[in-house]
């Protein structure tokens, strides 16, 4: 399978940025898309921004023009710069992936999660 290692999360204050990053190490074929979610407490997760294989992107409606969902394939890494950051935006953040492991075998991995902690 596949292991997500996340980074990059921690307090800042409101307006501030912090860019998050995810690594995938071990069987990897092919990418299919590579994410980002989040969970507040009490709430359920919810997708913050999506990257596919072809390079389409999508954001949840709460982070668009904030948030910047990117990649780099040579280190099968993919990142979320987020800026102006709002107290809203507190939650654990999560890495997530869908990957071909081998030419027929998929599936959907998810990273430990990183706390983003946005002070007002």
């Known amino acids: 399978q596949v292991e997500l290692v996340e980074s990059g999360g921690g307090l800042v204050q409101a307006g501030g940025s912090l860019t998050l990053s995810c690594t995938a190490s071990?069987?990897?074929?092919?990418?299919?898309?590579q994410g980002w979610y989040r969970q507040a407490p009490g709430t359920q997760r919810e997708l913050v921004a999506t990257?596919?294989?072809?390079?389409?992107?999508d954001y949840a409606d709460s982070v668009r023009g904030r948030f910047t969902i990117s990649r780099d394939n040579t280190v099968n890494t993919v990142y979320l710069q987020m800026n102006s950051l709002k107290p809203e935006d507190t939650a654990v953040y999560y890495c997530?992936?869908?990957?071909?492991?081998?030419?027929?075998?998929?599936?959907?991995?998810w990273g430990q999660g990183t706390q983003v902690t946005v002070s007002s």
């Open positions: 990257i596919n294989a072809g390079g389409g992107i």
């Open positions: 071990g069987s990897i074929f092919r990418v299919v898309a």
């Open positions: 997530n992936s869908r990957i071909y492991y081998t030419h027929n075998s998929w599936g959907e991995d």
